[in-house]
């Protein structure tokens, strides 16, 4: 036994305040109570078992789904210690258990490093379940104690011997607070395989038992990663076509502040990066994301001048043409991390800019000396960029003077409705004239506007950006929602002060080629109006599939189940009698039809658009709409059951 794992105990347990608020208000301590929220509850749980590994005690995490959907994790760290606090005077497993803001990673002794600094962790997973019980092996013996709704039902009970260490946690999300009781598994399986890239060394499995083989056992999954994150930067661009033959890489420790960066150009024309700080995704960057692009940009840009390569330019270079087809991966371990805000989404820590920054620079000075021929295709790469953002921003001013993207002058093809009140108002982005027609004349005007779109968008994971403001399509969606791309402090950012409705609705046929024109829009709001997502204005419509009648009586149907359904009821033994009619597509129904399957609000199935993962929606968007065919064929091939893509 280390000397460090001895002095893990009940004084290193520092206890703040109790659970009375998280039953009653959790949404304030996870976020939310739907799907995003019951897997928030995993993240808790694993966090804590991560700890363990960065402070060097944990090397295998299994993560199981049972079959009554609730969760075990299990690590083979140190064990919470069970010992008693020496201020509450109950066992220390149980003061983590049931005091908000109580763990270790409060005494800089115990984690020098820690994800979940906030604390609510495994105490608010617990308040927040029906059922848990924690097993810890340590000392050579095995305690348990369980709870319900968070208060405790027994005491920690020594109910065994064991010579191995660490700590299994099973719980049951409470069925009165969550909308939503049921696990997904990619959504699991997706964090797990992160979690692996960014701490390479450590194995991580997923088994679900409500799925098991003919023999029995479990479907599963296993992540671990050798190469840490140059493994993650290659998955993300699986794919895209790489300008490089090896991601650049950067290991450095400075102040007790370790920073692993990867990256890797290719010939795509969107930036990528992606940060983390403790294993926390920090979507919105910060101090270390900043000290990355301080660095690239000063490094290229000298060798850029020292090189001559930049002479024939007739304007700036900007930052971001260093960052045009560049996908990163930045990852700092920091001992007290300061978040701004209660989502841990940036990084505040100042002195974290000049660290990154420091160790990026050096590395990428060398890498451009030692490989002339490389830093030569980035440069070239960089003032291709530079050329298209030039050609881009002359576009997007051209279409301001001619009054589009400022709302002066709205799109001919575009029905508006007669309310000017966008939290009321909804937009159908329509696939082709004909459907358009028809939805024109089965909407309701007073809140419903209709944009016809000819065929197929553009595919803008192709195209350079300037090409895309020429687009006919996509500049009559930019002047029918009322936004419009400004730039600030030489970051491009999507206005939408001006949004005109509250829900846009895309409304394809239900085909393969329909299902194609959604991949696309969606694509496009993806890479040009990622907020219209994360605020929840986009959805998808769902028309039905079938129409199953017998004389007067009808049943629209979406799937085959209903379709079924439908004919057994109608059928009375003689299925002859029932008329089953196919939508192959939206002009097939009459305005009639198309209200109240797909317009009306009061019988019509909406899809919400939404991102529970932001790395991974990238990286599939890139493979199934960039250049890369045999990714995309593998993906097909494994989702094929329930996918419906157009290579």
Sequence with gaps: MSTEQSNYDASDITALEGLEAVRKRPSMYIGSTDSK?????????VDNSIDEHLAGHCKHIDVSILTDNSISVTDDGRGIPVDMHEKLQKSALEVVMTVLHAGGKFDKNSYKVSGGLHGVGVSCVNALSSHLRAEVKRNGKVYMQEYSDGIPISQVKEIGTSDSTGTTIKFTPDSEIFEILVYKFDTLANRLKEL?????????????????DENGNPKKQEFYSEGGLKEFVKYLDEGRTPLINEPIYVVSKEDNVEIEVAMQYNTSYKENIYSFVNNINTREGGTHVNG???AVNRVFTQYGKDSGMFNKLKFAISGEDFREGLTSVVSVKVPEP??????????GNSEVTGIVSRAVGDVLKYYLEENPKQAKIIIEKVILAATARHAARKAREMVQRKNILTGGGLPGKLSDC?????????IFLVEGDSAGGTAKQGRNREYQAILPLRGKILNVEKALEHKIYENEEI????????????????ERILNTEKLRYNKVIIMCDADVDGSHIVTLILTFFFRYMYPLIE??????????????????????????NERQEAITAYSDGDES????????????????QLWETTMDPDSRLLRQVGIEDSIESDRVFTMLMGDEVPPRRRFIEENATYANVDV
């Design 338 to 347: 300061q978040f701004k805000g209660q989502t841990k989404g940036e990084l």
């Design 577 to 592: 009698k029932v008329k089953i009619q196919r939508y192959k597509g939206l002009g097939e129904m009459n305005a009639g």
């Design 535 to 560: 605020r929840g204005h986009i959805y998808v419509a769902a028309p039905p599939l079938y129409r199953v009648s017998k004389g007067k009586q009808f049943r629209y149907c979406w799937d085959e």
């Design 196 to 212: 692996a890239f960014l701490n390479k060394g450590l194995h991580l499995s997923l088994s679900d038992f409500r799925n098991l």
């Design 292 to 294: 990355f692009r301080r």
């Design 37 to 45: 929220g019951l897997h928030h509850l995993v993240w808790e749980v």
């Design 475 to 490: 500049k009559n969606m930019f002047t029918a929602l009322g936004v419009n791309i400004e730039e600030k402090d030489g």
């Design 418 to 426: 007669s309310s000017r009140n966008p939290d009321e108002c909804e």
